[in-house]
């Protein structure tokens, strides 16, 4: 690790060590959202905003406001996040002149039109075992430090489910995406976890960044966010244990380290190598007989939200008819 990175990753690495309670107490006027961003989680997103909802919106009033956004979900995800307590906004519902696109970045970025936080908290809707030190983690270097702006957690993967010892999730990271970076931005050698879904930010940063519409939202937001703020406006806590419900194939993985790949590539020095669009070819074997699976990589992204939300008033000022 090079002696800058190595100085930022003691000074920007930090332990959950702040409770709700002290973090409502100096939080002064500043605003916190929790999004979530869910598909077909019907199993696990309900404990997750009961546990939030209960320990940092009602106990303590940290978090200001708790939004489960649903990307199409077609298990009981939507009457369990509300049953829970979550206010829940389908994507498709949001802004729905800007059209519609599947994905956990479409969520987060069209988040942005529903919520008002000055602090965005993003947490993955899969989790087990989800505490209020998460958010309290994610929240408390942008109160601590006002020279923070994006804090991306880390934490122990283990592989095998609940219970288990064995470290190795984090597949897509250790394979494509922190080889990725070392190649080509060194400067982030340092993040444990750079593609985790546990992130937060600020919300004047957060509207300045484009998001990648699929899984390449976490590459391109920590990307984007080391262009607007520098390694500097960079920070990593860490949330000791976390527990993902599912883990997906290696087949999904695969087409989610092609999108990784894509997103990331596109903003390296090779940038003008890389094709606008791709298809990725799979196979699966069963009995000596392959099958070929061929799936176009979602290269899509949204520009920034402030600029939508700039070019929507000019409309509005224009007189023209906006929804
Ligand atoms: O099209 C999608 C894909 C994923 N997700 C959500 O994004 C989070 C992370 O997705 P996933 O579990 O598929 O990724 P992994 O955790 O396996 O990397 C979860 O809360 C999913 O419900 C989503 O809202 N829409
Ligand atoms: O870290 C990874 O390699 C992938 C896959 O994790 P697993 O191998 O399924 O534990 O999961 C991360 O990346 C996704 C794409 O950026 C994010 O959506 C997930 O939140 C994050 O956990």
Not at 138 to 163: C, H, I, Q, T, Y
Not at 257 to 276: D, E, G, K
Request: proline residues 6%; aromatic residues 6%.
């Amino acid at each position: 690790m090079r002696a800058d990175v190595r100085n930022w990753f003691h000074r920007r690495t930090y332990r959950s060590r702040w409770s709700p309670a002290a973090l409502a107490a100096c939080k002064e006027d500043q605003t916190i959202s929790v999004v979530l961003p869910a598909l077909d989680e019907q199993d696990t997103v309900g404990a997750i905003v009961t546990t939030l909802k209960d320990a940092v919106v009602d106990e303590v009033p940290l978090v200001d406001e708790l939004v489960v956004v649903d990307t199409g979900s077609t298990d009981d995800t939507v009457a369990v996040a509300t049953e829970a307590g979550a206010r829940v906004v389908s994507a498709g519902e949001i802004r729905p002149e800007l059209g519609h696109r599947p994905g956990k970045g479409e969520a987060l970025w069209k988040s942005q039109f529903v919520t008002s936080g000055d602090i965005v908290v993003f947490l993955d809707s899969d989790l087990i075992g989800v505490g209020p030190h998460y958010v309290a983690g994610l929240v408390g270097p942008l109160l601590d430090d006002p020279a923070v702006s994006f804090v991306k957690a880390f934490f122990d993967r283990p592989v095998n489910g609940e219970g288990s010892t064995q470290v190795g999730g984090g597949r897509v990271t250790e394979l494509v995406a922190r080889p990725l970076l070392n190649l080509y931005w060194p400067e982030l050698s340092g993040v444990i976890q750079p593609l985790s879904g546990q992130c937060a930010g600020r919300r004047s940063t957060l509207e300045r960044l484009p998001f990648a519409s699929g899984y390449g939202v976490e590459i391109a937001m920590l990307l984007d966010a080391l262009h607007l703020v520098g390694l500097d406006g960079i920070a990593q806590v860490d949330l000791g244990r976390l527990e993902q419900s599912s883990h997906q194939s290696v087949g999904d993985l695969g087409f989610m380290a092609a999108t990784i790949m894509h997103t990331a590539l596109r903003r390296s020095p090779v940038r003008q190598l890389v094709p606008s669009a791709a298809d990725l070819t799979q196979f699966s074997r069963l009995d000596g007989r392959q099958e070929e699976l061929v799936r176009p990589v979602p290269t899509a992204e949204r520009p920034p939200a402030r600029s939508v939300a700039a070019h929507h008033r000019r409309m509005a000022s224009a007189g023209a008819e906006v929804s």
